[in-house]
């Protein structure tokens, strides 16, 4: 699927229980076609005393994400857009907002 979003962009939930927010991709799972977003889909994991946790108890973390449920949004124009390819003389790839025609790179 691709998309072409990467870690470090600001996206918007299109659809589910967080509908309307936005957030920072912290990672992406190409294969899996998921990402996890900042403050987004945050699940409650009940852990048992370890090293990282020495207390344990109820921890909670970001959960992931379909990318299909998500839209990138444009940091030049602030809308939440699709993304294209320009491709350049030297055959390098750059990211553009298809609303704004802007490079992203």
Not at 9 to 18: E, H, M, W
Not at 73 to 87: A, D, E
Request: glycine share 12%.
């Amino acid at each position: 699927m691709g998309l072409g979003i990467r870690k470090g962009d600001i996206v918007l939930v299109a659809t589910g229980k967080n509908k309307g927010k936005k957030g920072r991709i912290l990672s992406v799972s190409p294969a899996a076609e998921k990402v996890t977003i900042e403050g987004i889909n945050v699940i409650k994991r009940h852990t048992k005393p370890n090293k990282k946790y020495a207390q344990g108890g109820i921890i909670e973390k970001e959960g992931p994400v379909h990318m299909s449920n998500i839209m990138f949004v444009c940091p030049k124009c602030s809308k939440p857009t699709r993304l294209g390819n320009t491709v350049l003389e030297g055959g390098k790839k750059l990211r553009t907002c298809k609303k704004c025609r802007e490079v992203l790179e």
